[in-house]
C-alpha cells in the first residue's frame, strides 16, 4: 500500500495562505492524491483531489509535483474556521474494484488570529 | 451537511453486549464504507458494500458485520463488545467505487 507523510502540525496567521505538503513517494499511477479535513470529532470533510493535474475548487488548490510524489494543499486566505486536521490520502482512480481510503496522523492546521 | 446520515449519534452499552450503528447514503450513492476512529489507531478502514454486495474488507473483526440492504442503507453489528471497541465510527457514501467519498457525522460508542 502507498504510505503518506505529513508535517504533525502547522500554524498559520488568519488571512494569510495556509500551504499543506504531503509527501506520498510510493503512489501508484493509478491513484488519486485526496485531502480530508476533520474538525473536532465531525465526519471528515472532503476537500479535493487530483491525479496530476493541478486542481482548484471553492475551498482549496491542490498542487502536485511533476514526478506524483509530493503534493500540496494551499489555503488561500485561512480563516480560523481552518482550524482543523487536515489528513492527505490516496485512492485508486474510478474503475477499479474498490476505493477504501487510508488516512495517515495528519497535519493539525491551527490558524491563529 | 455532507448528505450521509448515521444514527445513534451516541451510544454508550456495556462489555459484551450487542449494538447496531445505522447509515443512510447520499442520495443515489451505491457504495457505502465504514471506517473506525480511535484515539491510538487513527481512522481505519473496515469494510465497503457496493449495491448490497461487500466489495472489500479492511481491519474488520470477526466479532463485526455489515450489510447493505436494498434501499442502499447499511447497518454496522458489533457484538461482544470489548472496552478497546470505544471509538467513532464513521460511514462514507460515493456513487461508485475509487470515487470520492462523503462522510456522515459518525456514531461515538461508548463501552463500559
Known amino acids: 500500500d502507498a504510505k503518506t507523510t505529513q508535517p504533525p502540525s502547522m500554524d498559520c496567521a488568519e488571512g494569510r495562505a495556509a500551504n499543506l505538503p504531503c509527501n506520498h513517494s510510493?503512489?501508484?499511477?493509478?491513484?488519486?492524491v485526496y485531502w480530508y479535513r476533520q474538525i473536532h470529532s465531525q465526519g471528515p470533510q472532503y476537500i479535493i483531489h487530483?491525479?496530476?493535474n493541478n486542481e482548484t475548487n471553492e475551498m482549496a488548490s491542490l498542487i502536485i509535483t511533476e514526478d506524483r510524489k509530493s503534493s500540496t494543499l494551499i489555503l488561500p486566505h485561512a480563516t480560523l474556521r481552518d482550524t482543523a486536521v487536515y489528513y492527505c490520502?490516496?485512492?485508486?482512480?474510478?474503475?477499479?474494484?474498490?476505493?477504501?481510503?487510508?488516512f495517515g496522523q495528519g497535519t493539525i492546521l491551527t490558524v491563529h488570529p | 451537511d455532507s448528505g450521509v446520515t448515521q444514527t445513534p449519534k451516541h451510544l454508550i452499552t456495556a462489555t459484551g453486549q450487542r449494538v447496531t450503528l445505522r447509515c443512510s447514503p447520499r442520495?443515489?450513492?451505491?457504495?457505502v464504507y465504514w471506517y473506525q476512529q480511535s484515539l491510538d489507531q487513527g481512522l481505519q478502514f473496515l469494510i465497503q458494500?457496493?449495491?448490497?454486495?461487500?466489495?472489500a474488507k479492511g481491519n474488520i473483526l470477526e466479532r463485526f458485520s455489515a450489510q447493505q440492504f436494498p434501499d442502499l442503507h447499511s447497518e454496522l453489528n458489533l457484538s461482544s463488545l470489548e472496552l478497546g471497541d470505544s471509538a467513532l465510527y464513521f460511514c462514507?457514501?460515493?456513487?461508485?467505487?475509487?470515487?470520492?467519498?462523503?462522510f456522515g457525522p459518525g456514531t461515538r460508542l461508548l463501552v463500559l
Open positions: 510510493t503512489i501508484s499511477g493509478n491513484e488519486y
Open positions: 462514507a457514501s460515493s456513487v461508485g467505487f475509487g470515487e470520492t467519498q462523503y
Open positions: 458494500y457496493y449495491n448490497g454486495e461487500e466489495r
Open positions: 442520495s443515489g450513492d451505491l457504495s
Open positions: 490520502t490516496w485512492g485508486y482512480a474510478g474503475g477499479t474494484s474498490y476505493g477504501k481510503l487510508t
Open positions: 487530483g491525479l496530476k
